[in-house]
């Protein structure tokens, strides 16, 4: 069969003459086509049976077709392709990363299958591209003839059969560029046909090539790395003795599809040795030796490093990077180790460079050679792999000693110490240094220190421009009179190492902070002043940019994004705010506000123009704040709290309202994240003009709040709520509710009674005050409802039901997760209309809701009466189902006179937990069968 396909397949140019001979004009005659149709069909039915006999044949194969890896990726690139307004599309990842696989398996796939386009067609570019090449690679994938001699008479062919018909769909990729390509040199049409793009620098795609659409293709997931790992090792791990080491063996390849398919080739039915032995050398690759294994993997990586721009500051500055063995490569470490080792020529300031290193660091991302750190911007990281290249490069390229893994620092004899610049010794113990350690040349030696007291003749190193004792953790004493004499230092960085600061006097034992007014140059500085009164007032750093400060006895960074300027204050009285610490708010990014005396209003009080560049504002443990923003009175121009990002309250007990009078427009556009916790005389959170300007907050946190009765409220004398169905925070994807004994609504209508209590105008129709059908949150995905004991609302109950399963179809169509806790008195969780909506969720945790019944039925059912089909809808994509300690009869109470024998599916459930219900009689009393067929666990 196979052969007879073949031959076909032969007779088939034929019909690929048909399409070329289009540019040409000539005739075709009609039983020809007829032929070739014939042709098709019958290749059609005879490529099915050969592909049938291959699948049963192979056993590996592209890792995205036998693991079907990345579908996020490819759906995005498939959307992309479909776009009319999209002609060009960008694909960056790193060496090794799978781009080449990616957009092959794309166009195979889901172009080819769905009929996207009539031809796909690929041309590897490489990194000195040959134009004449990359044509007829082209043209032989369209069959047509390039009979032109000269680059531009076979760009006008190719253009033309580019864009001969509207009707006919071509896809161009090229791939692996690595400088700009002219299109229009080669004959691509920039609106004839779609062309994707594939390279390892951004700017290649972005900035040169003028992509309009742009993905970054990353490492996998762990999960899908050894899912890969595994099924390329085959039937080799069946032995028990490689279990455990083959977990290790894939972790150290880090994610990238070349190292595991590379290593796991190597590996194939090899015995336990030899699979020690390839774990010891990617933990610890050798200079000298290197096998098939690491080739492979280190030459891709070393193609990258070769084609750096402005190859020597940059190639010195990559393998530096790669020398910071922590998983983290820390910004200041570097910066010390650049302007130290003059890595930089011409650059005289830790502040130039610091903007020099900043390009760098961007240029070697936009290669792929560095990767953005976790939660954080002060610090990059660099993949596993790629700095086991790079360290070997270095040991070619640069006379550098690297030590690492555990155990005692082995030092090379002396004849071999004395060629070496650098030496770093990472996660080793250092018994010892050598009595003739003897390295003229030497410029870097990573080290920590564990001194006790600092050393008085460091005050005479006048040139110095950083002092770093973050990690000195035992220091007790600065002598005074040392850090003044370091009249160019530029950035001090102390945090909690040192504490014992001293008010200045004439016997001093230790320092003072006073000492710093002789530091002119300071540019950054990262200290804790357990007292306010050890600060001078007259201290002023007129250069500084950078800080962390402390004032108080806390020292409690949550803030992950390590913001320029941030500071935190705990202070006794009011007048401490004056001196240096109001120059400090000026142009703050993070602010924590604990035990503040004196202090009823954070806008005007401590600033007045609205902490214009302000991210981050924590306030904690005050008991004199009644309001965050106090306009009552005042009226402002500036825009309040316009970069304001992450905003916290937390035990703010005198706290009545968060903004009083009205806010500019614009005020908090920006806010992302808001925490409310423990502010006992809050009777609301939002006004609802505020409420309508949060369009950016994801994430939305109320609890403990004892007489909070609604979270949002329309203000006095505003006009009615209009809208029935109302989308108040568009992006909300995240909501906590949890203890809040006087919550009536989510939105209010309201009146205030003596008490100070928020009273509804009118009775609310639905139960639970999050689920009314007023607000609508169409991207909430994690909802947790906790300890909220709701008063009964009989009003209309039956009206409102009927209206709501017309309401709320979209109003949780995203929810993945509901979690319901400790409300007491609630009748019922969900409606079978709200149920049949949430055709999203993953997950639903009940515990701890005791009463739990229909009111009008008096069935006590988690889900109220349903069908069938709307219950399917529920349960689609239901992967954990908790209920412990509620008083239910059943958990799905299906309609009356719904089929006895029908049976419920739960496709992708794999946890069921029921605990702790002792009134439980049927999951369903309808049902006679139930299907679970992916659970493991009950």
């Known amino acids: 069969m196979k052969k007879k396909v073949e031959e076909l397949e032969t007779r088939k140019e034929e019909q690929n003459a048909i399409d070329a001979s289009g540019g040409s004009c000539e005739e075709i005659k009609q039983f020809v086509k007829t032929w070739s149709a014939e042709v098709n069909e019958i290749m059609g039915k005879a490529k099915d049976l050969v592909i049938e006999d291959n699948k049963r044949a192979k056993t590996t194969g592209s890792y995205w077709t036998l693991l079907n890896l990345k579908p996020r990726h490819q759906q995005r690139t498939y959307v992309a392709l479909k776009d009319d307004n999209i002609n060009l599309v960008g694909l960056r990842g790193m060496a090794g990363v799978g781009k080449t696989t990616l957009v092959r398996e794309v166009s195979n796939k889901q172009v080819k299958e769905e009929k996207l386009f009539n031809e796909v067609v690929i041309a590897i570019v490489m990194q000195s591209p040959d134009l004449i090449r990359i044509q007829g690679e082209i043209a032989d994938k369209l069959v047509l003839k390039l009979d032109k001699e000269t680059l531009s008479g076979r760009a006008d062919l190719l253009g033309a059969r580019l864009s001969k018909e509207k009707n006919q769909k071509i896809l161009v990729i090229l791939d692996d560029i690595w400088k700009k390509l002219d299109l229009d040199e080669i004959g691509i049409p920039c609106n004839g046909c779609k062309v994707v793009v594939t390279s390892?620098?951004?700017d290649i795609l972005s900035c040169e090539m003028g992509t309009q659409k742009g993905f970054v293709l990353n490492e996998l997931p762990q999960e899908e790395a050894w899912s890969l790992f595994e099924k390329m090792v085959g039937d080799s791990l069946k032995d028990q003795n490689l279990q455990s080491i083959s977990t290790e063996v894939s972790k150290e390849c880090a994610g990238l599809p070349l190292g595991l398919v590379t290593v796991a080739k190597a590996l194939k039915n090899k015995n336990e040795t030899e699979w020690k032995d390839a774990l010891q050398q990617l933990r610890q690759p050798s200079s000298n030796n290197r096998t098939k294994m690491q080739e492979v993997i280190y030459s891709s990586i070393q193609l990258n490093y070769d084609n750096l721009e402005n190859p020597g500051v940059t190639k010195s500055f990559f393998l530096l990077c790669a020398h910071e063995m922590n998983p983290g490569i820390d910004y200041t470490d570097l910066l010390k180790y650049c302007f130290g080792l003059q890595l930089?020529?011409?650059?005289?300031?830790?502040?130039?460079?610091?903007?020099?290193?900043?390009?760098?660091?961007?240029?070697?991302?936009?290669?792929?050679?560095?990767?953005?750190?976790?939660?954080?911007?002060?610090?990059?990281?660099?993949?596993?792999?790629?700095?086991?290249?790079?360290?070997?490069?270095?040991?070619?390229?640069?006379?550098?000693?690297?030590?690492?893994?555990?155990?005692?620092?082995?030092?090379?004899?002396?004849?071999?110490?004395?060629?070496?610049?650098?030496?770093?010794?990472?996660?080793?113990?250092?018994?010892?240094?050598?009595?003739?350690?003897?390295?003229?040349?030497?410029?870097?030696?990573?080290?920590?220190?564990?001194?006790?007291?600092?050393?008085?003749e460091i005050g005479l190193l006048t040139h110095l421009r950083l002092l770093d004792l973050r990690n000195c953790t035992k220091l007790e004493v600065i002598p005074p009179n040392v850090l003044s004499g370091l009249i160019q230092l530029e950035e001090l960085y102390v945090s909690i190492s040192f504490t014992q600061w001293e008010i200045q006097g004439v016997y001093n034992e230790r320092a003072s902070l006073a000492e710093l007014k002789h530091l002119s140059r300071l540019t950054t500085l990262e200290v804790h002043i357990p007292d306010a009164n050890m600060l001078p007032k007259d201290i002023v750093f007129k250069n500084l940019k950078r800080y962390k400060i402390s004032i108080g006895d806390v020292w409690d960074w949550t803030d992950k994004h390590e913001n320029s300027r941030a500071l935190t204050l705990k202070l006794s009285t009011s007048f401490q705010l004056e001196s240096a610490i109001k120059m400090w708010l000026n142009g703050i990014e993070y602010l924590c506000l604990d035990e503040l005396k004196g202090v009823?209003?954070?806008?005007?009080?401590?600033?007045?123009?609205?902490?214009?560049?302000?991210?981050?504002?924590?306030?904690?443990?005050?008991?004199?704040?009644?309001?965050?923003?106090?306009?009552?009175?005042?009226?402002?121009?500036?825009?309040?709290?316009?970069?304001?990002?992450?905003?916290?309250?937390?035990?703010?007990?005198?706290?009545?309202?968060?903004?009083?009078?009205?806010?500019?427009?614009?005020?908090?556009?920006?806010?992302?994240?808001?925490?409310?916790?423990?502010?006992?005389?809050?009777?609301?959170?939002?006004?609802?003009?505020?409420?309508?300007?949060?369009?950016?907050?994801?994430?939305?946190?109320?609890?403990?709040?004892?007489?909070?009765?609604?979270?949002?409220?329309?203000?006095?004398?505003?006009?009615?709520?209009?809208?029935?169905?109302?989308?108040?925070?568009?992006?909300?994807?995240?909501?906590?509710?949890?203890?809040?004994?006087?919550?009536?609504?989510?939105?209010?209508?309201?009146?205030?009674?003596?008490?100070?209590?928020?009273?509804?105008?009118?009775?609310?129709?639905?139960?639970?005050?999050?689920?009314?059908?007023?607000?609508?949150?169409?991207?909430?995905?994690?909802?947790?409802?906790?300890?909220?004991?709701?008063?009964?609302?009989?009003?209309?109950?039956?009206?409102?039901?009927?209206?709501?399963?017309?309401?709320?179809?979209?109003?949780f169509k995203n929810l993945t997760s509901l979690k319901m806790q400790g409300s007491g008195t609630l009748k019922y969780l969900l409606s079978s209309s709200t149920a049949s909506?949430?055709?999203?969720?993953?997950?639903?945790?009940?515990?701890?809701?005791?009463?739990m019944e229909e009111a009008r039925t008096q069935r006590k059912a988690l889900i109220l009466p349903c069908n069938l089909s709307s219950m399917k809808r529920f349960l689609v994509r239901l992967e954990d189902l908790h209920v412990v300690e509620c008083g239910l009869e059943e958990i799905v109470a299906l309609e009356d006179g719904a089929e006895?024998?029908?049976?419920?599916v739960f496709p992708k459930v794999t946890l069921l937990m029921l605990k702790n219900m002792p009134k439980l009689k049927w999951f369903s009393r309808g049902l006679r069968t139930s299907k679970w067929p992916l659970l493991k666990v009950l």
């Open 200 to 202: 390892r620098n951004r």
């Open 837 to 851: 909506s949430m055709g999203q969720l993953k997950y639903l945790v009940i515990e701890d809701c005791k009463v």
């Open 600 to 811: 009823e209003s954070v806008i005007y009080e401590l600033d007045v123009k609205g902490f214009q560049q302000l991210k981050h504002l924590h306030v904690q443990n005050n008991a004199e704040i009644k309001y965050i923003v106090n306009l009552r009175e005042l009226v402002i121009a500036d825009v309040i709290f316009p970069a304001l990002e992450i905003f916290s309250l937390k035990k703010v007990t005198e706290l009545e309202e968060m903004c009083c009078g009205q806010l500019p427009l614009t005020s908090f556009s920006n806010l992302t994240n808001l925490k409310v916790e423990q502010c006992d005389k809050l009777k609301f959170v939002f006004s609802l003009s505020m409420a309508k300007g949060l369009s950016q907050l994801q994430e939305l946190e109320i609890r403990e709040c004892n007489i909070l009765g609604a979270i949002i409220i329309k203000e006095e004398g505003g006009t009615g709520i209009k809208d029935r169905y109302m989308i108040l925070f568009p992006r909300l994807h995240h909501l906590v509710l949890h203890r809040l004994p006087k919550l009536m609504s989510f939105l209010s209508v309201s009146i205030i009674n003596d008490a100070e209590e928020i009273i509804p105008e009118c009775n609310h129709d639905f139960n639970m005050p999050v689920l009314q059908e007023q607000v609508e949150f169409p991207n909430l995905q994690t909802l947790k409802l906790s300890s909220i004991d709701l008063e009964e609302m009989q009003h209309n109950q039956h009206q409102a039901r009927s209206s709501l399963e017309l309401s709320n179809i979209q109003r």
């Open 344 to 456: 930089f020529h011409c650059i005289s300031t830790l502040e130039e460079t610091r903007i020099k290193m900043d390009a760098l660091v961007q240029s070697l991302k936009d290669s792929c050679l560095l990767l953005d750190g976790p939660h954080t911007c002060q610090c990059v990281l660099m993949h596993n792999l790629v700095r086991d290249a790079a360290i070997f490069i270095a040991s070619k390229a640069q006379t550098v000693l690297t030590m690492r893994s555990d155990g005692t620092v082995k030092w090379p004899g002396e004849v071999n110490m004395r060629m070496y610049t650098a030496i770093s010794v990472h996660a080793m113990s250092i018994k010892e240094i050598p009595d003739t350690l003897e390295c003229p040349n030497l410029r870097f030696f990573l080290s920590q220190s564990e001194l006790t007291e600092f050393p008085r």
């Open 900 to 904: 006895a024998a029908a049976r419920l």
